[in-house]
């Protein structure tokens, strides 16, 4: 199998999506003669010319809102923003036309757009530009949200975003464009709402997505030699969620620390803590934990900015309070 | 603050309690001990009673309702005080299977029915709430483990899986109160040890296993014999004789007294089936299975061996009047050593009972009817018994269930033996 990064991967997606359906196209700030502000699409204006990958002013409002009604007239739009951050601009298009689409029209008017770009923090990029949209989104009914964390689910989720009949979000990280991993050729999809089992234990779950993943699987080797077992499950897909695949792993490990890149206040994880109480009770033997960004806008200092983001270190340190042995 | 009244379990099987009867009613002044509700178990009606001082503030379930164990039923406080908003919100588990309403508010106490002993429950719950694990409760329940007894190791002293996992794997001891369930003893006994465990030998632990798999989970088997009631019959009609109008004695005070002090002389067919071990009771508590209106309970008659027939059938009637009324107390339908259940009064020649755990034996009383025997090279009609005894095969073999039978029949066919 071959070798990719994870920014190859989602181009090999969006290639091979547009030479299978000609309704497919590309559209956002220097996605063309730049070939992507990440270098996403890269030589993918060459192959499929300025119809098909559309350079659009800095106007993230107005291109969200070209591409809702792109997709209304029967197109598949996939919309870069150059970074989830700008994205904020077009929030209203976003929840209250893609998102309420095809409930407004009683079904007549499907919604398929997807919405891709940079989410979460990279390096000394300061507050504004630094955040973690995935709460936000995955608060909207009517939106799909999937965060992958390796190159072969960056290719299979975006295939399967482009594929779906619904707005589709998809949170990529700046951080995760370089790194590499195995991706199979042609046609491979992941369904959207399955989660994935990164690492296999018995003695607790760790749940993450995204760039989290990375750090919960350094965290899992920490444990590891601490002789504690984790199971890692990384979510993938925020909106449908796989409750299943969670409770599963908690009836079987009985604890649970939970791993996200965005604020704890009304977060993914609080999300992922409601379904474990609710339907994991009887199998809790400790109290679910969280390992978030600190509860501040995000600092530019280098020393403060990685002291507030999730680590490995932390992560083993809550692992280690709901096995109590701390 | 108001002090919460909750449904308490009130026998070691209840998950939710019929609130029968409010005996005391809002603004009435409690005091801790008495009786607030009485309240139907699943096995009695049962006291509910005060655990603080104060008053009566409101009534949280109404008469007729069914309760969750632990769900609150009532307030208790300060004359006046307000109950937290929170804490008074209405539970959606309480199942009010009646559409009524609020108790009667001119009943009024009636305190010559409320005179009896408050009930003693094992520990009250206002000694503060286990901290434990959901599930650490879940293993306890499953195992029939009291949290209560079990030192926590999780923060604050939480009670967690590892912890239950310790406490299982120990011998039942401690963490085991269905073992250490102390009995009340009413009258004073000759030996002051009233059991001894014996750890199960490697045949005995073989013989368990091989047994529970091939007719489990506890395998049984029964043994019947025929006694020959005349002397008894004699004996009984001349001891009325004797009594006149000062009470009158059945066959089934004969057959308990008879069976109570064969018990005594087989202290091998009175025993507990402990999983690791068998407990061998030096003292003998019979059961008596009692019909009653949806269901059997089996009361116990303590010390039976000590008690004079006399005792031991108003004892019987006493305790078999109230089974039927639903009024027995926990204590006086769980602890019994060894069991008897009697079909005769509805013409069952003989039939077979089921052992009732962790007992190890239960003998069935069938009919006594006239038969043709042979006596004496004659064929006679002769009043005669079948008994039938269910025995626990991982702890009564075959032989020893039989000794126990033939010392029981030779009690019955001669009643001056029991005086040996």
């Not at chain 2, 009024?327 to 019994?336: D, F, M, N, Q, S």
């Not at chain 2, 009817?369 to 073999?397: F, N, W, Y």
Request: a neutral charge.
């Amino acid at each position: 199998m071959p070798t990719l990064t994870y920014r190859d991967a989602l181009n090999q997606a969006l290639r091979e999506e547009m030479q299978r359906d000609p309704n497919v196209f590309l559209m956002g700030e220097e996605v063309g003669v730049y070939q992507g502000a990440y270098k996403v699409s890269r030589g993918l204006l060459e192959e499929f010319g300025p119809r098909r990958v559309v350079d659009t002013p800095i106007a993230e409002l107005g291109f969200a809102g070209i591409g809702i009604g792109a997709a209304m007239a029967g197109l598949r739009p996939v919309i870069e923003f150059m970074t989830w951050n700008f994205a904020l601009l077009a929030l209203d298009q976003i929840v209250n036309s893609a998102a309420k689409m095809l409930y407004m029209s009683g079904g007549q008017i499907p919604m398929p757009i997807v919405f891709r770009g940079p989410n979460g923090a990279a390096l000394q990029l300061s507050s504004q530009h630094s955040q973690a949209w995935e709460a936000w989104l995955a608060h909207i009914p009517g939106l799909k949200v999937v965060a992958p964390a390796t190159p072969a689910d960056a290719k299979g989720l975006l295939k399967s975003a482009i594929r779906d009949n619904n707005p589709v979000i998809v949170l990529e990280g700046e951080i995760l464009y370089n790194t590499k991993g195995e991706v199979p050729e042609g046609e491979y999809v992941v369904s959207i709402g399955k989660a994935d089992l990164k690492r296999e234990g018995r003695d607790v779950t760790l749940i993450c997505h995204s760039k989290t993943v990375t750090i919960t699987l350094k965290a899992a080797d920490a444990l590891q030699e601490q002789g504690v077992a984790a199971d890692v499950l990384d979510l993938r897909s925020l909106r449908p969620l796989d409750e299943a695949a969670i409770l599963a792993s908690v009836a079987k490990t009985n604890r649970a620390v939970v791993v996200e890149e965005g604020w704890p206040h009304c977060g993914v994880g609080a999300q992922v803590v409601d379904v474990i109480q609710r339907d994991a009770f009887d199998q809790l033997d400790a109290p679910v934990l969280r390992i978030t960004q600190a509860d501040t806008p995000m600092p530019y200092n280098k020393q403060l900015e990685r002291a507030a983001k999730p680590s490995p270190e932390k992560i083993v340190a809550a692992a280690r309070r709901v096995l109590y042995l701390e | 603050m108001a002090t919460k009244v909750v449904m308490e379990a009130l026998s070691p099987t209840m998950e939710e309690g019929r609130l029968v009867k409010w005996i005391k009613h809002a603004g009435d002044a409690v005091k801790t001990g008495e009786t607030l509700a009485e309240v139907e178990t699943d096995k009695a009606v049962m006291e509910l009673v005060a655990r603080a001082d104060g008053q009566l503030l409101q009534i949280a379930a109404a008469e007729g309702s069914t309760v969750p164990v632990g769900n609150v039923v009532a307030y208790i406080g300060a004359p006046g005080e307000k109950i937290d908003a929170s804490a008074a919100a209405p539970q959606p588990s309480a199942v009010s299977r009646q559409p009524s309403v609020n108790p009667p508010p001119s009943a009024g106490p009636q305190p010559s029915a409320v005179s009896r002993q408050p009930v003693p429950v094992a520990a009250p719950i206002e000694s503060g709430r286990v901290r434990a694990s959901p599930l650490a409760r879940r293993i306890a329940k499953d195992s029939g483990v009291d949290l209560r007894l079990l030192t926590g190791s999780g923060p604050g002293g939480r009670v967690v899986k590892k912890d239950l996992e310790e406490a299982v794997a120990r011998p039942a001891t401690a963490a085991m109160p269905t073992v250490q369930r102390s009995v009340p003893l009413p009258t004073p006994h000759v030996t002051t040890v009233p059991y001894e465990d014996v750890p199960l030998t490697q045949i005995r632990k073989t013989i368990a296993k091989r047994l529970s798999a091939s007719l489990g989970p506890i395998p049984h088997f029964f043994l019947t014999t025929e006694v020959d009631m005349e002397r008894a019959a004699e004996a009984r009609a001349a001891l009325n004789a004797q009594l006149g109008d000062r009470g009158k004695i059945g066959f089934n005070d004969i057959i308990l007294q008879a069976v109570a002090l064969a018990l005594a002389k087989h202290r091998a067919c009175n025993a507990w089936f402990q999983d690791d071990h068998i407990r061998y009771w030096n003292d003998v508590h019979l059961g008596m299975a009692v019909a009653v209106e949806d269901g059997l309970i089996t009361p116990v008659i303590r010390n039976a061996d000590l008690k004079s027939l006399t005792q031991i059938g108003a004892e019987a009637r006493e305790l078999a009047q109230r089974a039927r009324a639903r009024r027995l107390k926990p204590e006086e339908y769980t602890g019994a050593t060894f069991s008897v259940s009697n079909l005769g009064m509805y013409d069952i020649d003989q039939f077979t009972a089921v052992i009732n755990p962790p007992e190890a034996g239960i003998v069935a009383i069938g009919t006594i009817t006239e038969r043709p025997v042979v006596v004496g090279g004659q064929v006679a009609p002769r009043k005669r018994l079948r008994l039938t005894m269910s025995c626990d095969h991982r702890v009564i073999d075959g032989a020893t269930g039989a000794t126990f039978l033939q010392t029981l029949r030779q009690m019955l066919e001669n009643p001056l033996a029991m005086l040996l």
